[in-house]
């Protein structure tokens, strides 16, 4: 073989031999739609957060199950309960208390599913960091962003924020007794924050529970 020969061979040798071991480090090719896990961290304590995506470690994805709730409540006491309100029959809740306070009660949907977190005592915050008893003069909403509650919310005040409308803020307006909302002049002399409400998206400012 002349030496021409041999240097037009020897590129193909390289590639022959570069080829197998690109394929053999590439593996097998990785799946687009593999599922992401994400992990939630536990409430142990201090400010209980609600956003327009959840409270604490909840969001739209826990299932409405006192095991999965002790998992991301460890030192609370996760109990299951029977809400009765009105004349309609029992709905199943699910209390979590923690420190000898009551921290929040979650309502069940007819699917099974979380329909409501419902925070009203203790160091809870809503998505602007405000607290249970902030006044609804000092919390800068508008009268059009607030409807007069029905049902369990009767003579209260709902109020929702445009960017978060999972999260209901409702009002106690001391006295008021009248059909509708309030005036605006009296919620600023007397509505004040007694709890906050988180649906998720799906069922965001449908009734109330």
Not at 91 to 112: F, M, S, W
Not at 127 to 141: C, I, Q, S, V
Request: net charge neutral; charged share 20%.
């Amino acid at each position: 073989m002349t030496l021409r020969h041999v240097l037009l061979a020897l590129p193909l040798v390289l590639l022959a031999a570069c080829g197998p071991a690109k394929r053999d480090d590439a593996g097998p090719p990785a799946k687009a739609d593999a599922p992401v896990r994400v992990a939630v961290a536990p409430y142990v304590g201090g400010p209980l957060k609600m956003t327009r995506d959840g409270v604490g470690p909840i969001n739209g994805a826990t299932a409405f199950d006192l095991a999965t709730l002790k998992v991301l409540f460890p030192k609370a006491k996760v109990e299951q309960a029977f809400l009765h309100f009105g004349a309609g029959p029992a709905q199943p809740i699910i209390n979590i208390e923690q420190d000898n306070t009551p921290l929040a009660e979650i309502g069940k949907t007819d699917e099974g599913e979380i329909a409501y977190v419902r925070l009203a005592a203790g160091d809870v915050r809503g998505p602007k960091d405000e607290r249970l008893l902030a006044k609804w003069a000092d919390l800068g909403f508008k009268v059009d962003q607030c409807r007069a509650g029905e049902g369990r919310e009767v003579n209260q005040t709902v109020c929702v924020r445009p960017e978060a409308p999972t999260v209901s803020y409702v009002f106690g307006v001391p006295g008021w007794a009248g059909q509708g909302l309030p005036p605006e002049a009296v919620l600023k002399a007397k509505g004040q924050l007694n709890e906050l409400v988180w649906r998720p998206a799906e069922g965001a400012a449908v009734g109330s529970a």
